[in-house]
């Protein structure tokens, strides 16, 4: 039974896998800088709806886009491909507005903490990820 809860306890650790290609790997943040908005997908969606500038940033993996979808026009930045969100988020403008999401929020909560530190000032996170977006039926681009 005890090697039982070790190797749940191994699997479990190794499922989250670290940044790959030089991005750090940063222990999600508690809280988020001030300037960091977390949104609901009702929010989000308002947001976006009121803001035809605001760049979306999709931080999942490609096959997770492939197989589920994404936010209409949202830009893909891979954050567990390092190399793939600094090059993709250093062509942005940190000034214009941002919402950046993943499948649970995660992802999207390190993205913003490195995006922050990079200068990004209108920053929104999408609470509950592209699972909160399904969830709350809002529409996707397949």
Avoid at 78 to 85: E, Q, T
Wanted: glycine content about 8%; overall charge neutral.
């Amino acid at each position: 039974m005890r090697a039982l809860a070790i190797l749940i306890l191994i699997l479990t650790l190794s499922a989250c896998r670290p940044a790959e290609n030089g991005a750090s790997a940063v222990e999600p943040p508690n809280v988020l800088p001030a300037s960091v908005q977390e949104l609901t997908p009702d929010q989000a969606l308002n947001l976006m709806q009121s803001t035809p500038d605001m760049v979306i940033l999709d931080a999942r993996e490609e096959w997770e886009i492939k197989q589920n979808g994404r936010i209409a026009g949202a830009l893909h930045v891979d954050y567990l491909n390092g190399g793939r969100f600094t090059e993709n988020t250093s062509k942005l403008d940190p000034k214009k507005p941002t919402l950046i999401y993943c499948a649970i929020g995660e992802r999207s909560r390190l993205g913003a903490a490195i995006l922050t530190k990079k200068g990004f000032t209108q920053l929104s996170v999408l609470l509950g990820g592209f699972e909160a977006w399904l969830t709350q039926g809002e529409s996707v681009q397949k």
